[in-house]
């Protein structure tokens, strides 16, 4: 157990509708980080949030957003869903705001999304 | 740019022989490097990292891996495999050089598969 912990593990919606995802990193860890995994595109960074701020950006979507809350749980907003959005959406912490690279990730056990 | 590719797709092994996972890396710079499992239904754990120092690693469950600068590679390996080792596996990268994303690149995983 990684001490991440991420609601629901499983949520089946219709296309066009809007759901949230939720997580809690590791006691005392600062960051948290939120990857898309599927089939055909593997392990996707969305967007890395560091103490409430955002701090990196990869592949999300201007449809998707996240924050991160002062007691540093955070949030993915998946709106006006589409079938490819069906897909695993992993939450990583990390104690800091890894600007090095060399902090190690701890994922929690995902939440699986199904878009119908 | 930094890059990981994990050439095979699936390792099958007999328990209680050797195993290897491939991993090959692209950076401008010096590489950190990252090795992850992911158990059926489970989130990513982490087992080992180069950062600098010694290039042999070792980590979780008796994994080790090498990190070889001139072959590009740091491949995870295992003297005698067990069972429970099936899994997908994930090699991570993340360039140093300055400008490049210390967000790591994760390989699309390789299946290994022990057999009894």
């Known amino acids: 157990d990684s001490g991440v912990t991420q609601t629901p593990k499983h949520l089946i919606t219709a296309t066009g509708q809007r759901v949230t995802l939720r997580c809690s990193p590791r006691?005392?860890?600062?960051?948290v980080y939120w990857y898309q995994q599927s089939l055909d595109q593997g392990l996707q960074f969305l967007i890395q949030y560091y103490n409430g701020e955002e701090r990196a950006k990869g592949n999300i979507l201007e449809r998707f957003s996240a924050q991160q809350f002062p007691d540093l749980h955070s949030e993915l907003n998946l709106s006006s869903l589409e079938l490819g959005d069906s897909a695993l959406y992993f939450c990583a912490s990390s104690v800091g705001g890894n600007s090095g690279g060399e902090e190690t990730q701890y994922f929690g056990p995902g939440t699986r999304l199904l878009v119908l | 740019a930094q890059s990981v590719a994990q050439p095979e797709d699936q390792v099958n092994v007999a328990e209680g022989n050797p195993l290897t996972v491939k991993c090959t890396y692209s950076v401008s710079g010096n590489p950190y490097l990252f090795w992850y499992v992911q158990y059926p239904n489970r989130g990513l754990q982490f087992l080992l990292k180069y950062i600098t120092g010694d290039n042999l690693v070792k980590g979780s469950y008796g994994f080790e891996a090498e990190f070889n600068k001139s072959q590009t590679s740091f491949h995870l390996k295992k003297p005698s495999a067990l069972v429970s080792d099936s899994a997908l596996y994930f090699c991570?990268?993340?360039?140093?050089?300055?400008?490049?994303?210390?967000?790591?690149?994760f390989g699309r995983g390789t299946s290994l598969i022990v057999h009894p």
């Open positions: 991570a990268v993340r360039d140093v050089s300055s400008g490049g994303s210390y967000i790591p690149t």
């Open positions: 006691s005392g860890d600062l960051s």
